[in-house]
């Protein structure tokens, strides 16, 4: 009966060890793609995602209805390789992470500084597929706001 335990607590440990390392390739992802923009760096920033990636913002018109937004990743990157190093500065905290297998789900709220000054908050959303070459985002969706911050 012993034994029993003690295998029940190496597959616990085991099982728990993995899941982790596993979040954690997850979330360096997210990180490069952060670190990318931080440092201007439009290349570290394009390598967090899958080739057929697809970005798109959640914002309202001024008359207030929801609209959603379709991003261009290459423009977009192309973008990060122009700021200055440091100007754009989108600090997250990863909330959730759910992993089955090759997808993964990652929701981080963030606040973002343009040049040091506040810009805007908002909630991230993104899902990853690990591919043989590793995990890359495939799909990223945000909100943008300037109320509600925190």
Not at 42 to 57: G, H, N, V, W, Y
Not at 73 to 87: C, M, N, R, W
Not at 89 to 116: C, M, Q
Request: glycine share 6%; aromatic share 12%; charged share 20%.
């Amino acid at each position: 009966m012993r034994s029993f335990f003690i295998l029940l607590t190496v597959i616990f440990i085991v099982s728990a060890s993995c899941a982790q390392s596993t979040e954690d390739s997850v979330k360096a992802v997210v990180n490069t793609l952060f670190a990318g923009m931080k440092n201007a760096d439009a290349a570290l920033f394009r390598t967090a995602f899958s080739d057929s990636a697809i970005m798109q913002t959640i914002s309202r018109t001024r008359d207030g209805n929801t609209v959603v937004r379709n991003e261009s990743l290459g423009e977009f990157a192309e973008f990060v390789g122009k700021l200055k190093k440091d100007s754009a500065d989108e600090r997250i905290s990863f909330e959730t992470i759910k992993i089955d297998g090759p997808l993964a789900i990652v929701w981080t709220p963030y606040n973002f500084y343009h040049n040091g000054q506040f810009s805007h908050c908002g909630v991230n959303s993104f899902h990853l597929v690990r591919f043989s070459s590793g995990w890359k985002i495939q799909y990223l969706i945000d909100t943008r706001r300037r109320q509600g911050c925190q």
